[in-house]
């Protein structure tokens, strides 16, 4: 797949895993993998810049806890972050629905 497709929807993505509950950098990859049917395999390269700049966006919140003799990061989604996909998501779905207007594959997706 085209990694430029991706620009723009690894926070979604990952605002959305962390919309069921917090989780941590390993679980949000070995999620979106699965969901997406393998199709996205996020790199620490793009996971952890990304969790940061959404934390720092007020969106996620962290803490650290301990399982199995080892330390593990969380990240939990905060108000702020559930208004920001409830956006997304919109914004999305227009998206969506506009290229698949164009490539004459419209659906009724709304």
Do not use: C
């Amino acid at each position: 797949m085209d990694t430029k497709l991706l620009n723009g929807t690894l926070e979604m993505m990952m605002l959305e895993v962390l919309s069921q509950g917090p989780s941590y950098g390993y679980e949000i990859v070995q999620t979106v993998l699965s969901r997406s049917g393998g199709q996205f395999e996020l790199k620490e390269g793009s996971l952890y810049p990304a969790l940061h700049r959404l934390e720092r966006q007020k969106l996620l919140s962290s803490y650290w806890t301990e399982h199995e003799g080892r330390r593990r990061k969380y990240y939990k989604l905060s108000a702020a972050g559930r208004k920001a996909l409830a956006a997304r998501r919109q914004e999305w779905q227009s998206f969506a629905q506009g290229v698949n207007g164009v490539l004459g594959l419209d659906y009724g997706i709304v």
